[in-house]
């Protein structure tokens, strides 16, 4: 164990506690954009050549040139967005399926290739566009139908939280608002009261064989989800159940341990443990729903680097396209 490492994280945790007693909110939460902006422009170029050969590559490779083209404008990123998007879910010979028949949770990146494209579409030839949005019209309509998704939607798990992720992020795309309040519905009522317990763990990942790795990942599904459902009109975020469940004791249960791994409290994982990223987009999220800029300063501090082989287990890559308003009020 890296103990100089924990040290430096705890200093970072106790100097972000005394600042946010003593900053005012807006000046401690600093912007996503001038967080992000060092990691996401030197990852572009590698992704301006990337030749994506599934759909997580294809979701990373996106995201990352869509998050240049926002902090930038540069053409040339949106360009090779067009490039992919239509090569993928248009053209008819490469194009993937609109009725995947993969595990609820190998879908997950197509929820920030929804978000992505709410960057673009003013960048996409009207065509294309339409196209794309046909494609994700037409996933959205199986994803809601389909028995074996519908099975995963009422687990009590991370199924359920993926299938809300996707879901949600996809009829924000789509202008679905009915589909928006069945989700928001679904996230208060069954989602909350399933999967998370009053001092904010998850038991049903605690008990699988990676818990560590899969309570992460749920919490950057169910806080993505929360990302896309909130409103100026309607805050999710700070729903609680009668017994205190909420996301809020989720994000305070999980700020120690992302501060210093070795305060995890459960088992370790079966495989992979001391490399699971720590970075979690749930995180910022959370912090700046809860004005806790501690944990968005801890955010900031962590290593941006997610191994290959853990990498379907960060189902958010470019938080800036989660934290920043699009064109036309998608």
Known sequence: MDHNLNRRRFAVYSAAMLAASRLPAQSALASVAEM???????????????????????????????AAFVLTQKA????????????FLVTPATRLSSQPTQAITELVPFAELAVALRFLVDALPANALTAVNAFLS?????????HTFVIARDTKDQRASA????????????????????????LRTPTLRNQITSDGHFPQEMATPDPLRNTLDNFDLLTGA?????????????????????LRNAAAFLFPILADRAKW?????????????????????????FN???????????PTQVPAALAASVPIREPLL???RAAHGL
């Open 292 to 302: 806790r800029p501690e944990y968005v300063e801890l955010f900031r501090s962590l």
């Open 36 to 66: 992000e902006r060092p990691h996401i422009l030197d990852e572009a170029p590698n992704a301006l050549s990337a030749q994506p050969r599934s759909l997580l590559d294809l979701s990373v490779t996106v995201a990352t040139l869509t």
């Open 76 to 87: 040339v990123y949106a360009q090779r967005c067009t490039e992919l998007l239509t090569a």
């Open 163 to 186: 299938w809300l992720l996707i879901v949600s992020a996809l009829a924000r795309s789509q202008r679905d608002e009915k589909v928006l309040d069945q989700c928001r519905h679904r």
């Open 138 to 146: 037409d996933l959205l309509l199986w994803l809601n139908t389909e």
């Open 265 to 289: 409290p459960g088992v370790s994982d079966a495989e992979g443990f001391r490399d699971v990223p720590l970075r979690r987009p749930g995180l910022l999220f959370a912090g700046r729903a």
């Open 226 to 246: 929360c990302q896309m459902l909130s409103s100026p009109f309607d805050d999710i975020w700070h729903d609680e159940l009668v017994d205190g469940v909420s």
């Open 322 to 324: 989660w934290t920043t």
